[in-house]
């Protein structure tokens, strides 16, 4: 399977969606919701904000490695 490299991130306090790129070489640990402003962080568990709150996981989880 190949690695997809854009996700949509979904704000939970608002509900606006962005799609957005994913970096290949570090986690986003935090994504600023162009809307509402709010900051999104990981939840617990979760190495970044697109396996949190994207519709698709970063490319090392995707590809069944370890996240950062």
Same mark, same amino acid.
């Given at each position: ?6 996700? @949509?991130? +979904?704000?939970? @306090? ?6 957005? $790129?994913?970096? +290949? @070489? ?7 919701? $162009?809307?509402? @402003?709010?900051?999104?962080? !990981? ?11 994207? +519709?698709?996981?970063? !490319?090392?989880?995707? $590809? #069944? #490695?370890?996240?950062?």
């Amino acid at each position: 399977m190949e690695v997809q490299l854009k996700s @949509t991130i +979904t704000c939970p @306090t608002c509900g606006h969606n962005k799609e957005e $790129e994913m970096p +290949t @070489t570090a986690c986003q640990f935090f994504y600023e919701c $162009e809307n509402c @402003t709010e900051i999104l962080k !990981p939840k617990a568990g979760d190495c970044c904000v697109f396996c949190s709150f994207g +519709t698709i996981a970063c !490319p090392p989880i995707q $590809e #069944n #490695n370890s996240c950062c």
